[in-house]
């Protein structure tokens, strides 16, 4: 198995509330890529959210290939957004990518 790190991109189309944002970075929390050097090295964030109500999830996935990692982080942050009160309509997600391959330490 290997150790991806997966960044999903998304508009929140209504308000993030704060208790919205504690939940989804609760149940993200344990896919955190700062679990992996890469992740220590570049400062990722499980969860990043812009101003225009933009957002990137980043998740750290064991998977046997690429394919799959992706696939499990989207069934990952939809979960997460989900029991946060966002409905798919709500917040819309874009294509997951590889944006590293790692190891945990």
């Known amino acids: ?23 989804l970075v609760r149940k993200l929390r344990p896919a955190d890529p700062r679990q992996t050097s890469l992740g220590r ?20 996935v064991e998977a046997h290939d690429s394919h799959s990692a992706e696939e499990a982080a989207r069934r990952t942050a939809t979960e997460a957004l989900r029991e946060a009160g966002y409905a798919e309509d709500d917040a819309p997600t874009g294509p997951a990518a590889v944006t590293g391959i790692d190891t945990p330490t």
Do not use: K, Q
């Open 1 to 23: 198995m290997t150790t991806y790190v997966i960044t999903i991109p998304g508009t929140f189309l209504r308000e993030l509330t704060d208790e919205a944002r504690s939940v």
């Open 41 to 60: 090295a570049e400062e990722l964030d499980v969860l990043t959210v812009n101003e225009n109500g933009t957002f990137s999830v980043r998740l750290e």
